[in-house]
C-alpha cells in the first residue's frame, strides 16, 4: 500500500515536487507558510493543513523543503512541529538543503519519539524539480533509504545514498564547494582574458575543448558570454550554502582557503543587487574589481 | 617545398615534439643548453647545433621550447641569439608557456629585424606530446598562422588562432587559472566530506555525476582518492604559471582573488617537497591544515 505523504514547503521546489507525487497516485497532505503557495498544491489534488504538526499526524512520511537550517529546525522541532505528532513508525525525510550538523540534530531528537529520518538534499534546481530529474544526496540508515526509494525516483533521477544521517548534506555541501569555484575559475579567466583583449568566445571554445573543462562551463559559458544572467540557481542560495558550508568547516576545524573567499564574493554579488541572478553571474563581481567587462571584445 | 625546422629545447616535452617533425620528413636543426638532451634528438636523426644563433641561421622556422620567460628572452634575444642570425623570412614560434608581455614583447623586438613571430602554448602534458595531442594555443597574424599550421598539426590536435601576439600566452593563462581552481574547489570538497566521515569515492560519484563535474575531476578523482600522484603535470610548473598569471593580472591590473589564493597553496607545495607531485596533489595541502588524509574513510 502506498505511503500517505505529507509535504511541507510547496514553494518553486516543493510544488514540482509534491505534484509529481500527486501525479504518481500518492495522496499528499501539504503545508506551507504562505497561503498562496498552499492554494496553488490543493488546486492540483493535495489536502490542505494548517500546521506541520497536522501534516505528520494524516501521514505515513512527511517530506520538506524549506529554505535553510532554522526553518527545518521548526519544521521538526517547533511549536506546531512534526515532533508534536511523533510516534514510532511516522517516517521524516528532509530535502532542503541545511546544515549538516542540523540535520543530525534533527535525527536524534525525533529519534527519541521513534521517528525515523533522512537528509535528501538534492540538486537540479527549478528544471530538475520541473522534470524529476533531480539528483538526491541521502544520509541515513540504509533500510529506511531503501523503504523510502520509491518515492524518491518519483522526483529524481539519480538517489545516492551517502551514508549516515547528515552525510546527504556533507555530500551537497562538497558539490556547493566545487561547483562555485569552478564559476570562479571562470570568472577569473575570462575576466583577465578581456583585460588582455581575447574574444571570450575563443576562451571559451579553449577551455572547454579541453583539461579545463566543466560542466557549468558547458552549461552557462554561452550564456555568460552574452551577458545572460536569468537563473538557474540564484546566487543568494549560493551565498547561503557557501554560509553553511563555513559554519560546518568552522565545527569540524577544516579550513578552506578558496571557498572562505568564494563566500565573499557571492556576499558581494548580495552587497550590489545580484542575489537574485544566476550563480554564474559572479563574474560581474570580478568585472567591478577591474572595471571592465568580460564581454566587451565579443562581437 | 618544407621548410627547414631549427628546434631549442628538447627535453621532455621539446623531444617528442621535435621528433615528430623528424617522423614527418621535416629537416630538424636542434639546440639545448643541456648536452645529453641534445644527443638523444641527434640520435634520432637531427642535426645538432652549438647555439640559438646556429639554429637560427641554417633554418627558415625556429620553434623553441624551454621552460620560462627569461630563457626565451634569452633565445630570442640574447647573446648568441635567433636575434644575431635575424633576417626578412625567417619566423620564429614560441611554444613554452611564458607570460603574455614577454611574448609580445620578443615579437616587436625580432619584427624590426623581419622576423615574424608566433606564440604557441600548448596544453596537454607529456602525454598529449609524445600522442601528438597537444591542445595548441596561438596568438599572432593569421597569414603567418595559416602557413605554419602544417606544422602544428603534426605536433598537436586541437589548434586554435586566439588573437594577436600575445593572446595564445593569455588563453593558456585563463585555462590555467580554470585548471588550477577545478583542482582546489576538489581538495577542498574531498578534505570537507573526509572530515565528516563520509566515504571519498561516494562524492566523487555524486559530484562527477552533476553539475559539479569537471574533466581534471574525470582524469585524477579515481587516482586522488587511492593517493596517486604521480604527474600528469607537475606542481612546481603549475605553480611557475600561476606567477605568470598573477604578474600579468598585476600590470594589468586584474584583481583575481581565488587565483592569488591558489598560487599561495601552490608555494606551499613547494615549500613541503612536493613539487614534482602532480598538481592534482594540491589536496596534500588542505590536508596538512586540517591534519586529515581525505583518503582515510574510504576501503
Given amino acids: 500500500m502506498k505511503p500517505k505523504i505529507g509535504f511541507v514547503g510547496v514553494g518553486i521546489m516543493g510544488y514540482h515536487m509534491a505534484s509529481h507525487l500527486l501525479d504518481a497516485g500518492y495522496e499528499v497532505v501539504a503545508y506551507d507558510v504562505f497561503e498562496e503557495m498552499l492554494k496553488k498544491i490543493v488546486a492540483k489534488g493535495a489536502e490542505g493543513a494548517s500546521s506541520c504538526k497536522e501534516v505528520a499526524a494524516k501521514t505515513d512520511l512527511v517530506i520538506s523543503m524549506?529554505?535553510?537550517?532554522?526553518?527545518?529546525?521548526?519544521?521538526?522541532?517547533g511549536a506546531e512541529g512534526i515532533i508534536e505528532a511523533a510516534r514510532e513508525g511516522l517516517i521524516y525525510v528532509d530535502m532542503?538543503?541545511?546544515?549538516?550538523g542540523v540535520a543530525v540534530k534533527v535525527a536524534e531528537e525525533?529519534?527519541?519519539?521513534?521517528?525515523?529520518?533522512l537528509d535528501a538534499?538534492?540538486?537540479?534546481?527549478?528544471?530538475?524539480?520541473?522534470?524529476?530529474?533531480?539528483?538526491?544526496?541521502v544520509g541515513g540508515p540504509e533500510d529506511l533509504f531503501n523503504e523510502v526509494l520509491p518515492v524518491f525516483e518519483i522526483m529524481g533521477k539519480t538517489v545516492t545514498l551517502c551514508g549516515d544521517n547528515g552525510a546527504g548534506q556533507t555530500v551537497k555541501a562538497c558539490n556547493q564547494i566545487q561547483v562555485a569555484l569552478n564559476f570562479i575559475?571562470?570568472?577569473?579567466?575570462?575576466?583577465?582574458?578581456?583585460?588582455?583583449?581575447?574574444?571570450?568566445?575563443?576562451?571559451?571554445?579553449?577551455?572547454?575543448?579541453?583539461y579545463a573543462q566543466t560542466r557549468v562551463m558547458d552549461a552557462r559559458g554561452p550564456k555568460l558570454i552574452r551577458g545572460e544572467f536569468e537563473p538557474g540557481f540564484k546566487s543568494k542560495f549560493h551565498l547561503k550554502d557557501l554560509n553553511i558550508i563555513m559554519e560546518t568547516a568552522k565545527e569540524l576545524n577544516v579550513p578552506l582557503p578558496c571557498t572562505a573567499v568564494a563566500r565573499q564574493l557571492f556576499n558581494a554579488m548580495i552587497a550590489s543587487g545580484r542575489g537574485d541572478l544566476d550563480h554564474s553571474a559572479v563574474i560581474n563581481i570580478i568585472e567591478d574589481l577591474a572595471k571592465i567587462e568580460a564581454r566587451t571584445s565579443l562581437e
Same sequence: chains 1, 2.
Fill in 66 to 77: 524549506v529554505p535553510d537550517s532554522p526553518d527545518v529546525e521548526k519544521v521538526a522541532l
Fill in 96 to 100: 532542503s538543503t541545511i546544515a549538516p
Fill in 110 to 117: 525525533l529519534g527519541k519519539k521513534g521517528v525515523r529520518c
Fill in 121 to 137: 538534499p538534492v540538486s537540479g534546481g527549478e528544471s530538475g524539480a520541473m522534470n524529476a530529474a533531480l539528483s538526491i544526496m
Fill in 185 to 210: 575559475g571562470m570568472a577569473e579567466a575570462f575576466v583577465l582574458g578581456a583585460k588582455a583583449n581575447v574574444d571570450p568566445a575563443i576562451i571559451l571554445k579553449v577551455l572547454s575543448g579541453g
